[in-house]
C-alpha cells in the first residue's frame, strides 16, 4: 500500500468524520479528539462492525441450559467490566456494543454462534465459553475466522491458539504450587485423587501424580473418576477411609459438588480429621454446597471474593451494586472481568482493532487494576498470575491462608508432566 | 385406477421439483455461506423426519432414539476424520503421537484395534451405514419377533438412547467423552472448513436427501408402502393374510436408521465435529418434533417441518437471547394444538382445496382412491388421526 493513497484515504476519512461531527454538535470532546487521532479506516483494516462512535463485541455463554448456573457470573462480570470502560469513555473513543448470543450449553450451538459471531457481525472480539468442551467446539471457527476470544475458565492446558487469550489459569498454575503448599505445610505425602470424568479433571490429575510421584517423592494411593453429574460417592468414601491419605486432592465438578460435601460429611470425614484439598469449589460452589459442609476444607486457585486489596473491594463493591447485596463472585468470575480490560489495554496498545495486531500487542500487557491484584499476559497468551489457597468458612466464603510470593509462569504444555 | 395413480404421481413430483427448486437454486442464491452452511446442518436432520416419516408416519412405530443412529453415522464418520487430523506431525506434543488427543490424555498407548478399520474411507462409509443399520435390526428384531410395539418400543428407544449417551460419554478414552471428537480438518487432504468446501458439501448433502426422498416415495408408492400403511391401521389382518409383519416393522425401523446415519455424517462433514449431544434423549424427540411439524404423513413437509423448526430455533436465540426457549415452546405447542397434522395437513386442509376446485373432476377421484375410514379403535387413536392425514397427503 503506498503512503500516498494511504493518505488521501485518511484525509478523505477525516473530511467525512468533520461532517457528521458538525452534525452531531453533542459529541464529546473525548470522542472527537480520539476520533481524529483514530479515523476508523486506521484502527479498522479488516472490516470489523467498528463505526466512528461504536466497536461491536460478541459474548457468547450460555444463559440457558445446565450451564447457565455457571455462565452467569462471567455473562454479569463482563457486563460490569464493559460498563465500566464505557463510563470512562470506551476504547479509541468508540463505545462498546455487545451482541449476545446464548450457546444454551449445547457445543453445536457455541460453534453455530460464534461463526454467526464472526462471519456476519464481524465483532472485533468475543468474550465467551467456560467448559473446555464449549472452547473446543468453536476454537477451529476462531482459527479459520480469524477472530480474538477471551476465555474466562480454568483449564487443563495443553493448548495455545493465537486466537484465543485464556484470563483463567492452566492447570500447572493451579495444581503445582498448591500441592508444594499442601506438602509443605500440612505435611502431605499420601494423596487420594478424585475428579470428574471429563478432559479438565483427568489431565489435571495427571500433571498432579506426575508431581507428587517424581517431584515431591509422595505416593498417590488411590485415583478414581465419576460421571458428570454423579451423585453417589458411597463407594469412594468407603476407598478413602480404607486408603488413609493425608490429603483428599479433588476436581469434582458442577452439582456432584454438593452430594459428594454431604456424603463426605455424613460419613464423618469433616475438616478436623481429614485435610482436604479442592481445584474446583469457588464461592459459587459453595451456594449450592452450603458452607457449613465444606467449612474448613481447602481450595486451590487464583481468586478469593474475600481477598483483600483495594483493587478487589472496589470490585466487589461495583458487582454487588450492580447484581444486588447476595451476589458472589467466584475464581472465574473474576477471570471473566478481567477479558473486557485486557482487551481494551492491548486495542490501545496496537492502536487498533485488527486481529492481527491487538494479538501482536497482546503478550506484556500489565493489568494493574485486576481485582485478583497484578497481571501479565505471557508470550504464550495465559496470564501470569498468583496462586493463593482459601479455607472454606462457615458462611459460604473462604479465608485466604497462603498466597504464592511471586507470579506464577503460565506452562501450558509442562515438560516432564506429559 | 392408473390414470388416479398416475395424477397422484405428479402430485407428489411438483412438490418435488419445489422443495428441489428451493434448495438447489433458491437458497444458495440468496444466502451467504454462513446461512447457507446452516441450513445444511438443518437439512442433515432432514434425513431423520424423513426416516421418521417412513417409520411413524408409514409403518406406527414410534421411535424416540433416532438420535443413536444419526449419532452413530456421525462418529464413524468423525473417527475417520479425526485418524486423519492426528497425524504424527500435528500430534507430536502428545505422550504418543499420531493417536487422537483425547485418547492421549486418557493415557492410550496406541490406537485400539476397532478403530482401525475408521483409517479407509470406503470402510468408514460403509461403517456408516451399516453399524447403525445392524444395530437397528438387532433391536427391532428382538423387539417386533415378540411382538413388542407401540409405547413399549418407544420407551426401549429412549433407553437405548441413555445407554448410549452413557457408553460414550464413559469410554472417553475411545470416544472423546462428553467434548466429542473435534478439531476435524481434511478429508482425504480436502479441507472441510473452506467457504468452497462447504459449498460442495452443501450440494452433496441436497443430493443425497433427495435421492433419499426419491426412495422412499418409491417404496410408499410400491406395494411395501401398502402393506406397512395396512399393517399399521389393522395388524392381525395383515398378519392373518399370511405376511411376517415383524418383518415389515424391521425394515422400516432399519431404513429409518440407515436414513438417520447418512444425516449424522453430513452432518459432521458440515459442522467439523460430533458430540455426544446428538445421541441423547433429547435431541431424538427433537427430531420427533421436525417430523409432527412438518405433518408425519408427508415426506416433503417433513423437510419443510425441520427446516422452519430450525429457522426459528436460530432466528429466536439470535433475536432474544433471553426468551427464545420460550418462543420455541409456543411454536411446538401451537402447531401441535392448531395443526395437528403438521405443515402438510395444513397444506392439505386450507390450500389444496381451493386449487382442487379450480380444477374439477380430481374431487371424485381422490374418494375412490381413498379406501373406507376403519374406526378408531381405542388403542390406536393416534394412528387414526395419522389415516386422515395419509388419505389426503397421497400427493404430497
Same mark, same amino acid.
Given at each position: ?35 481524529? &487521532?483514530? %479515523? ?57 456494543? !455487545? ?11 457455541? +460453534? ?14 468475543? =468474550? ?72 479438565? %479433571? ?40 480404607? #486408603? ?26 469433616? #475438616? ?73 489495554? +492491548? ?60 507470579? @506464577?509462569?503460565?506452562?501450558?504444555? %509442562?515438560?516432564?508432566?506429559? | 385406477?392408473? &390414470? ?13 421439483? @419445489? ?29 431423520? +423426519? ?29 473417527? =475417520? ?78 433407553? !437405548? ?7 460414550? @460419554? ?86 429409518? +436408521? ?34 409432527? @411439524? ?56 386450507? !390450500? ?45
Amino acid at each position: 500500500m503506498s503512503s500516498k493513497s494511504d493518505q488521501s484515504k485518511m484525509s478523505l476519512d477525516r473530511r467525512r468524520l468533520l461532517q457528521g461531527l458538525a452534525a452531531l454538535p453533542l459529541v464529546s470532546m473525548s470522542g472527537l479528539s480520539f476520533g481524529q &487521532a483514530f %479515523p476508523t479506516t486506521k484502527v479498522n483494516t479488516t472490516g470489523l462492525a467498528i463505526t466512528d462512535t461504536e466497536v461491536t463485541v460478541g459474548q457468547l455463554h450460555s444463559a440457558t441450559g445446565t450451564m447457565a448456573i455457571s455462565e452467569t457470573g462471567s455473562i454479569q462480570a463482563e457486563q460490569l467490566a464493559i460498563d465500566e470502560i464505557n463510563a470512562m469513555g470506551g476504547i479509541l473513543g468508540r463505545k462498546i456494543k !455487545v451482541i449476545k448470543e446464548d450457546g444454551a450449553s449445547d457445543w453445536p450451538t457455541f +460453534a453455530e454462534k460464534s461463526r454467526k459471531l464472526l462471519v456476519n457481525d464481524k465483532v472485533a472480539t468475543v =468474550f465467551g465459553c467456560w467448559t473446555s468442551a464449549s472452547r473446543k467446539a468453536v476454537l477451529p471457527i476462531f482459527e479459520k475466522e480469524n477472530g480474538l476470544l477471551y476465555y474466562p475458565t480454568f483449564y487443563e492446558g495443553l493448548e495455545q491458539s493465537k486466537n484465543v487469550i485464556y484470563t483463567g489459569q492452566e492447570a500447572t498454575q493451579q495444581i503445582i504450587w498448591g500441592l508444594d503448599w499442601a506438602q509443605k505445610e500440612k505435611g502431605a505425602k499420601k494423596f487420594f485423587l478424585v475428579g470428574s470424568d471429563y478432559i479438565w %479433571p483427568r489431565t489435571s490429575m495427571k500433571i498432579a501424580r506426575k508431581h507428587i510421584e517424581n517431584f515431591q517423592k509422595g505416593s498417590v494411593v488411590g485415583e478414581e473418576y465419576y460421571p458428570l453429574g454423579n451423585t453417589n460417592f458411597n463407594s469412594l468414601i468407603n476407598k478413602i477411609k480404607i #486408603a488413609k491419605p493425608d490429603c483428599i486432592f479433588c476436581a469434582v465438578v458442577g452439582g456432584s459438588n454438593v452430594a459428594f460435601y454431604k456424603q463426605l460429611k455424613a460419613a464423618g470425614i469433616t #475438616a478436623n480429621k481429614q485435610f482436604l484439598l479442592t481445584l474446583s469449589v469457588t464461592e459459587d460452589e459453595m451456594l449450592g454446597i452450603g458452607g457449613e459442609n465444606f467449612e474448613g476444607f481447602y481450595a486451590s486457585m487464583k481468586y478469593f471474593q474475600s481477598l483483600e486489596n483495594d483493587n478487589n473491594k472496589k470490585f466487589v463493591a461495583a458487582f454487588k451494586a450492580k447484581y444486588g447485596p447476595k451476589a458472589v463472585i467466584g475464581d472465574v468470575t473474576q477471570a471473566a472481568y478481567l477479558g473486557p480490560w485486557l482487551w481494551k489495554a +492491548a486495542v490501545e496498545k496496537a492502536g487498533s482493532f485488527d486481529v492481527d495486531k491487538v494479538v501482536a500487542a497482546s503478550p506484556g500487557i500489565e493489568l494493574k487494576t485486576a481485582p485478583e491484584g497484578y497481571v501479565k499476559i505471557h508470550e504464550n497468551h495465559h496470564l501470569w498470575s498468583k496462586t493463593r489457597i482459601g479455607m472454606g468458612q462457615a458462611d459460604g466464603q473462604f479465608k485466604v491462608v497462603a498466597e504464592s510470593p511471586e507470579l @506464577i509462569e503460565p506452562n501450558p504444555f %509442562p515438560k516432564g508432566y506429559q | 385406477m392408473n &390414470a388416479i395413480k398416475n395424477r397422484v404421481m405428479r402430485g407428489g413430483y411438483g412438490s418435488f421439483v @419445489i422443495l428441489a427448486f428451493i434448495l438447489i437454486v433458491a437458497f444458495p442464491l440468496l444466502m451467504d455461506i454462513f446461512r447457507l452452511n446452516l441450513v445444511g446442518k438443518y437439512l442433515t436432520y432432514g434425513f431423520v +423426519a424423513i426416516g421418521l416419516v417412513m417409520l411413524w408416519g408409514y409403518g406406527g412405530v414410534l421411535s424416540l432414539g433416532q438420535g443413536v443412529f444419526f449419532g452413530l453415522g456421525g462418529y464413524a464418520m468423525a473417527m =475417520f476424520l479425526k485418524l486423519e487430523a492426528s497425524d504424527p506431525v500435528s500430534t507430536a506434543i502428545q505422550s504418543t503421537p499420531g493417536i487422537p488427543d483425547f485418547m492421549d490424555w486418557n493415557q492410550l498407548t496406541e490406537l485400539p484395534a476397532w478403530w482401525l478399520p475408521f483409517k479407509s474411507l470406503p470402510l468408514t462409509l460403509i461403517a456408516v451405514i451399516a453399524i447403525p443399520t445392524l444395530l437397528a435390526f438387532i433391536i427391532s428384531y428382538a423387539m417386533f419377533k415378540r411382538r413388542v410395539g407401540g409405547v413399549y418400543f418407544a420407551i426401549i428407544t429412549q433407553a !437405548v438412547a441413555l445407554i448410549l449417551t452413557v457408553l460414550i @460419554i464413559g469410554q472417553q478414552g475411545y470416544t472423546g467423552g462428553v467434548n466429542g471428537m473435534t478439531d476435524l480438518k481434511t478429508l482425504m487432504g480436502w479441507d472441510i472448513r473452506t467457504d468452497s468446501a462447504k459449498y460442495i458439501l452443501y450440494f452433496i448433502n441436497v443430493g443425497l436427501l433427495l435421492g433419499s426422498i426419491a426412495l422412499c416415495r418409491w417404496i410408499q408408492l410400491s406395494k411395501l408402502g401398502t402393506l406397512l400403511l395396512a399393517m399399521r391401521d389393522k395388524e392381525d389382518r395383515v398378519r392373518f393374510s399370511g405376511y411376517d409383519v415383524s418383518m415389515f416393522k424391521v425394515f422400516a425401523f432399519c431404513l429409518a +436408521a440407515a436414513l438417520s446415519a447418512i444425516g449424522g455424517a453430513m452432518f459432521t462433514l458440515q459442522v467439523g465435529f460430533m458430540s455426544p449431544s446428538f445421541v441423547g434423549i433429547v435431541p431424538s424427540i427433537e427430531m420427533v418434533i421436525f417430523a409432527a @411439524i412438518g405433518g408425519r404423513m408427508s415426506l416433503i413437509g417433513a423437510v419443510y417441518g425441520t427446516l422452519l423448526v430450525n429457522f426459528g430455533k436460530t432466528y429466536f436465540s439470535e433475536s432474544f437471547p433471553d426468551l427464545w426457549l420460550f418462543l420455541m415452546s409456543a411454536l411446538f405447542i401451537s402447531v401441535v394444538m392448531v395443526f395437528p397434522n403438521g405443515l402438510a395437513g395444513l397444506y392439505e386442509s386450507h !390450500v389444496k382445496p381451493r386449487l382442487v376446485r379450480r380444477k374439477s373432476g380430481s374431487g371424485p377421484a381422490k374418494s375412490i382412491e381413498t379406501p373406507p375410514k376403519p374406526a378408531a379403535t381405542p388403542s390406536t387413536p393416534a394412528s387414526d388421526i395419522g389415516l386422515g392425514a395419509k388419505v389426503s397427503n397421497q400427493s404430497a
